[in-house]
Structure formats: C-alpha cells, structure tokens
C-alpha cells in the first residue's frame, strides 16, 4: 500500500506574544497508507484532535511536513488548500453540522456546489447515497425533522458525495444512543470494507478504537 | 443546484428564518430609496410640468426684456446688472416688424392690479397688449372672443380674462362674459376668457390668472405708453438665431447693450429647469444620508450574523468553500438584504406617487426604478464587504471549534 498521508517532524505549538504557551502536538512522525482503517485514541487534551485537524487540511503545522499523496502541502495557498479538503477529505463530525436552512439533499449535495460539479450528476449521486443509507425518503426534509442517527448518515453521506480517497470521522457516536452508534459505525466500517476506503476514526472510546484494524494511542501531544 | 442559484436560496433561507430581523433592518433602505425616488419622482413631473407650461406658452418665440436678465453662461443675472429703468416703445415694435424672419411681433405693458367684482377683490397682472399676442402665445377663448384690432383702435373698456381669474371673480368662465370688473375704479367688461394654460406654481407667474387688455385702452393705467416686453415670434425654428442676432442690431440703433436683453423662450426654461435640478440634486443628497444610516443598519446585521454563524462557516470552510464562496455567499445576503429594502421603498414611493399625482405632477420613470435598485445594491455591497470579509476570513479551525 502506498503512504497516502505523511506527517514528518509534526509539532503544534500556540504562542502568544512570540512564545510558547501550549504545545498540542510534539514531533510527530505517522503514515496512513491507502486503504487502512485506524483509529486515533487518548483521553482528552491529549491533542487528537489537534492531529485529526492537521490530517483534516484545517490547520498547519507550527514545525514539521505534511504530505498528502507524496505531495508536500506546506505551499498550498488557502484556496488549493480547500479544494484539497473537497476532493480528498470527507468530515465526519461528532455534532453532525448539517446546515439548517438546508435539505437533506442539499446538505448532501453542498461540496459538490463548492466543486461547481455538474447538478444534476451531484443530486444524481446524492440521492443514491441517500438511498443506501435508508434515508431518501427524507431526502427534502430539513435536519431538525429527522432523528440524530439519521443526521449523522446524512453526514456520511455528503462526506461521500466527491468520491473522497480518506474518511475523517471525529468520534462519529459521540452524541448518539448505543443502537444508534453501533450502526453509524457499522456503516463507517463498510466504506472501508466494501469500498475500500482509508479511514480514520478519532475516539475517546476503547470500544470502538479496538474495531479499527490500526490504533494510534496519543497521550500529551505524543505517539506511544 | 447551480452554484448562484445556491447562494442565493441559501441567502433567502436565511433572511426568511429571521423574518422581522430582515424587515426591521430593511427598513433602513426602505427610507432611503424611498426619498431618494419621491425626489427623483417629484423632480421629473416638476420638470415636465415647466417644459409642458413653456410649450402651451407658444413655440418658436424670443422675448425682448429690459436689462441683462441673462449671464452669459445662461443663468439668471441678479445685481445691478439686471436692474434697468429702461421701458420700450411703440416705435421699436414697429422697426422690428421689418426684420423678415419676425412673423409676429407684439408688445406689452404688465402692471399688478387689484380686480373687483361686485364684492369680490382678486390681486392679478394685467396685460396690455395687441391681440397679435394671442397669435404669438397660441392663446384661444374658451368663452367669448379674444379682443380684436377694432377693440385695439376704438379704445374699447373690453378685457379678456383667465380661466382661473374668472372662477375667482365670478364663480365660472361661462358667468363672466358680460360682467364687469374694476380696475382703479373703472370698469371693463369681460369678452372672453382664455384657455387654462397651467402654470402658477412655484412662484412663476400664474398665466391662468392674467387679464388681457387691448393696449390702447390700458393708456389709463400706462399715462406713458411705455413696453414693459416684445414678443417675436420666428418664422422658423432654425431662423431664431439669425432673428436674434437682427433684433439686436434694431434695438442698439436706440438703446446701449446693457439696457436690453433678447432671450429665447428655450433659455428661459433650461434656466428655470435647471434650478430646479441643482435644487433637486441637493434635496436628493439630503435623502441619500438616510440610505448610509440604512446601510450601517444592515452592516451590524451582518456582523452579528456572521458572529451567529461561525461554526457554519467552519463546516462549509471543512467541506471545501474557499474564502471567496464564503465572501460572495455573505455579501449576496447583505445585497438581497438591501434589495429588499429597495424593492419596498420602490413600491412605497410608487404608491405615494399615485395619490400625490391627483395634486401634483410627479412622475416614477425607468431612472427611478434604476436608481432604487442600483442605489440599493451598491448599499449592499459597499456595507456588507466588511463582515462579509470578516466571514472569509475566519480560520476553518478556529470556526469549526467555535462553540
């Protein structure tokens, strides 16, 4: 399997006035390769988040290389930094973070908009992605009329929509009850599965970091 | 779903969510447009009510007034320069007559007098003249006859009055033929009166309210038979500047340069209208002041909504909008937010319109229209660019993380 993202040297410190106040992330040195399903776990402030958002294209690192597909991204402007995100990450959130004003549809639909896709191949591909997630009858509801889990499919499902090569999901069960969860995760370990996807799962949980097929334990800002 | 499309459903998602929100804030522009398009609308119908009372005055006519009235840069001259004792003669109308491109030519004397009927006292401006006046000014009788060159050489104690005069003085223009009205204790009867011509307005004078005495009979209130004007009516449009020119060198022959002045009827409405309109424009500004305090009004709106949104524009930032989607998708609310308002006040002042109409010539044109939509969309930008880059420019993880 090929290095599908590299993190050489990585360090996240946050300064105020010039000097250090908190280091979140100390040398980090990690590879996931395409197609692995891992997962990121430590208690909390031990920086996962901090390292999920790196991978995420959402933050730089203060020392340190990312590189995504052997590409050094620490040139990347704002606006191909974004288009990255669009093409090559699909988020995952804990709290969901569909947009209310939007459709089911357009919630999932919204990166391809970003993308300037075609319309109606998106809706095309939004409303199959709907349907293997059994939520295409919802698909013009808004989401405060449809159930937690179902929001976070709907999640999944525009984290799908551009046909994305990693999968980023931020303890995707968080805020769901255990049925709930047990089947957001089944569905997330089917994209790695049946379609081979690379994913990761960042967690608090011992439970669901064990089902991974990689765990990478992170304790005060370090891999141990 | 096309990407303008999007933005601008997701635009009118969120102004509709925040209904009252969107109503008070548009109520900014709503003011603004509104005055500035009630100006523009009150502006235009005033301009065309002057052009409309110029054109029923008679076309193609020069006037010859004592004094410079005029600058040469065409505007009204105030000062000792406008001021003359000079007064015309019979003489002068009857060398102008021999200039070829004069068709007609006519003096006369205008005096303000007190008008009675029976107890009735009216304040008016009497005219002594020919009845070539009436021919100049394209003036008709809507009752009774125009005083005639009989009238004119017999003296007779006749006058034509105006509609306006004549409702005043004797209820209706159908009542006055006959009658008699006072004028420094002696009578005159009525033998016509003049079709309305407009004007009145605005201090200019009030046509409608003159009243018309052949000028040999006005003697009586003119002991010196003196002009106060002479009205020359060209042969042809494109001959006015020639005529022009000739009345000149006739009127030099007797009197200095500074005692005369040869005005054009179209100089005197492009100074007149364009009084108006540097009145206006000022008037306009003043209204624009209320269209900034509208855009401050939707600059804090949108700095608050882009404080209410900031983990949503984290999520977008996540899922792959760049600074630009972000800039655009919070300037095209501050736009439609501002163009509600415009739409609004557009409909107000149209209203408004329509009911002032019934008293007033205002008038909303296409410019109207524009200006109220253009104006409110420039107020948009110009007031939402500020939180709308405060928006693109949010780090994508710091917006994400806001709670």
Redesign the interface.
Known sequence: MSSMIKLSGVWKEYRIDNEIVFTALKNINLTIKNGEYCSIIGPSGCGKSTLMHLIGLLDQPSRGTISINDRNIETYSDSELSHLRNEFVGFVFQQFNLIPKLTILENVMLPSVYSKKNESVAKKKALELLERFGIASKAYSYPNKISGGQQQRVAIARALIMQPQLILADEPTGNLDTASGQAILALIEDLHKKDGMTVVVVTHDMNIAKRAKRKINILDGTII | ???LM?ILK?AA??LL?NKLRTLLTSLGILIGVSSVVLLIAFGVGLKNFIKNSFDSLGSNLVFILPGQVLSKSGGFRGGAGAMTTTKFEERDVNELRKIDEADVVVGAFTKSINATAGTVTEESTLYGTYPEYFIARTTKAIEGRLFDRRDLDKRSKVVVIGPKIAEKLFGSASFSIGKTIKIDNLGYIVIGVTEAKGGGGFGGPDIDSFIYMPFKTAFVLNPDKKLLTIFLKATDEKKIPLLKQKITQTMEKRYAEDDFSVVEQTQILDTVQSIFTMLNSVLIAIGAISLIVGGVGIMNIMYVSVTERI??IG???????????ILFQFLTEAVVLSLVGGFMGLLLSATVVLIVQQFFPAAIDATSVAVALGVSSFVGIVFGVFPAKKAADL???DA?RYE
């Open positions: 779903m096309n990407y999007f997701s998602a969120d969510r983990k949503e999520v977008r930032r996540a899922i792959g909008a760049t600074k630009k989607d780090s994508p993880i994400i």
